[in-house]
């Protein structure tokens, strides 16, 4: 099989990235441009546009890496926070080897951010109170998929929902055990953004062992 695309291109034009336009505090220009993926998103009303949609990174141990696309939930001045089964592949990897990497591809404005860090569980409190406030379904299916594993057909995973299902028929579904989040605790930041020929603009955030940014522009 071969598909031909090597003739697939697109130039980039929407704008520019100079480090005055940079905030000193990553998290704060990360927080803005995150505004500006929402802003977009609504103004052209894109129904398959997710602004927290983000690939996360993780690898086994031995350095064998897997990536799949999962949703930012939470965000504060300690890190990202997302939500999964602890048993999960990347549940797994990440028992083993706790770094991570995230990247957001903002394709309405051609814009990419990348974060790099270290990651820990939150806290039972935490993933409890989000959990609560998870729709029904979703608070069942987490129950029902053991994510990862393999199984037999959709029946067996529908028919383990019908039983978690009549187990809490008041809707009153506790958290699982084995579910909750992660947060990933940054040391470096790229803001990338599209610029025509290929030129683009990036820029990285390297965490100083005093706990400041340092800022450099890198080659595209």
Known sequence: ???????????????????????????????????????????RDV???????????????DGKPSARVVLLKHLDDRGFVFFTNYESRKGQELAENPFAALCFHWELLERQVSVMGRVEKISREESEAYFKTRPL???IGAWASKQSAVISGRGELLKRVAEIGLKYPTGDVPLPPFWGGYRVLPDEFQFWQGQPSRLHDRFRYLKQLDGSWKIDRLSP
């Open 1 to 43: 099989m071969s598909l031909s695309i090597s003739d697939l291109r697109k130039d980039y034009t929407l704008g520019g990235l100079q480090e005055g336009d940079l905030d000193p505090n990553p998290f704060k220009q990360f927080e803005k441009w995150f505004q500006d993926a929402l802003e977009a998103q609504k103004k």
């Open 47 to 61: 129904a398959f546009f997710e602004a927290n949609a983000m690939t996360l990174a993780t690898a086994t141990k």
């Open 137 to 139: 379904g979703s608070r």
